[in-house]
């Protein structure tokens, strides 16, 4: 009798290579997107012709490949060519002008930064991408609290693609109109996956991740379902991550719907974003909002203020909605009370994902 054939041993792991539920890892093949690949591509071709490129904004929900697709573009052109510089850069926390430069010094390989100002590093970095050509990913460019390097990258730099990513489309009607009009940016909207090419993406995860055969289907298939709900890859990277550690702590050589249910259930803290990457000031703005939940906007400012927040109604305004959209935290409006419209903030739920 094979009782014990089901434990896993204390050595043993049903990881082959957790590294590939990360989301940054960086799948080889990006699937589904191939259009979109193409036009990135389509708007980077007159480089190669040493002319100017097109530049592009990226829209799209979260989680949908917006990121992969282009980090994908990027890599092709390394492999294709020496005469692009490619630059990725993430404005989530590089989001003023002068961290920008920095960040591009440093992809360029240019160390001596100390001591020396915006102005003059970009000098730096305009003699070196203008020896060449540049193809510029900014993402999550709506965390941008400054403009001005898009100017100047848009006038001084001469063969480049400008691509700025973001989640939001309404973040192109607010941009500037100056920065529009010099920009004259092509649009390009993800669209949402539908269930089976999530299923594809997240098979593909599975693989690399998980020895063979340890999934079983049912599984595998409610994984599926839930990131299908959320319509945000990561979903599915998380479930099967926390389903894998819950079997491994059974010992178990399978994962079953058991465990899918309590990945589930860990959904709960899962945010888009760590927490310990938000800035301070929102940081402590999230800590309100835990501290006093279920409270109008305008209440919660005043408690703000009380503490000693610097902020202005307008900026704690724009970090709610910020924290929102990247589901820190959720906001309700309430249509016509005694006040009128008012928001009431409260601290994040995944509700939908922890009900069976
Ligand atoms: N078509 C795809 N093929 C393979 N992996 C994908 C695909 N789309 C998304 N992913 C994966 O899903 C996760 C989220 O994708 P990402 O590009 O970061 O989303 P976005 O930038 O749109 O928020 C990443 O781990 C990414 O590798
Ligand atoms: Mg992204």
């Known amino acids: 009798m ?31 997107r191939e259009n979109e690949q193409h036009y990135i ?18 829209t799209g929900a979260p989680g949908i490949g917006k990121t992969a697709a282009c980090k994908h573009i990027l890599q092709d052109l390394e492999k294709e060519t020496d005469e692009i510089y490619t630059i990725y850069v993430n404005c989530w926390n590089k989001n003023t ?19 020396k100002k ?39 730099i001469y063969r480049k693609t400008v691509v700025m990513i973001t989640n939001y489309k309404e973040w192109i009607t607010d941009l500037d109109q100056r920065i529009k009009s010099r920009l004259i940016p092509d649009t390009l909207e993800f669209k949402p996956y539908k269930p089976g090419e999530i299923r594809g993406i997240l098979e593909q995860r599975m693989k690399a991740a998980f020895f063979d055969g340890i999934w079983q289907g049912e599984a595998f ?78 209440e919660l400012f005043k408690r703000y203020q009380k503490d000693g927040g610097a902020l202005t109604y307008k900026s704690f305004q724009r970090r709610i909605q910020k924290l929102a959209e990247n589901k820190f935290i959720s906001v309700k409006k309430l249509m016509g009370g005694k006040d009128g419209t008012t928001t009431i903030v409260k601290p994040f739920e995944h509700k939908k994902l922890t009900e069976f």
């Open 221 to 298: 298939d409610i994984v599926v379902e839930k990131t299908a709900e959320t319509g945000d890859v990561r979903t599915g990277l998380f479930l099967m991550r926390e389903a894998g550690s819950a079997a491994e702590e059974e010992s178990k050589r399978s994962i079953t719907i058991e465990h899918v249910k309590k990945a589930t259930s860990r959904m709960q803290g899962f945010s888009i974003k760590k927490d310990s990457e938000l800035e301070e000031s929102t940081k402590e703005i999230l800590e309100l909002v835990k501290s006093n939940p279920d409270m109008r906007i305008g």
């Open 118 to 156: 915006t102005e003059e590093l970009f000098g730096i970095v305009k003699g070196m991408l203008n020896k060449k050509s540049a193809v510029l990913v900014f993402d999550e460019i709506d965390k941008m609290e400054e403009f001005d390097f898009l100017y100047t990258f848009v006038e001084e």
């Open 2 to 32: 094979a009782l014990f054939k089901d434990i896993l041993g204390a050595e043993e792991t049903l990881f082959k290579n957790p590294v590939a539920l990360d989301p940054d890892f960086m799948p080889k093949e990006i699937p589904y």
């Open 41 to 58: 591509a389509d708007c980077i071709k007159p480089l190669f012709k040493k002319r100017n490129g097109r530049n592009l904004i990226v």
């Open 97 to 115: 002008t002068y961290k920008i430069i920095l960040e591009l010094c440093e992809a360029l390989g240019y160390r001596f930064t100390q001591n």
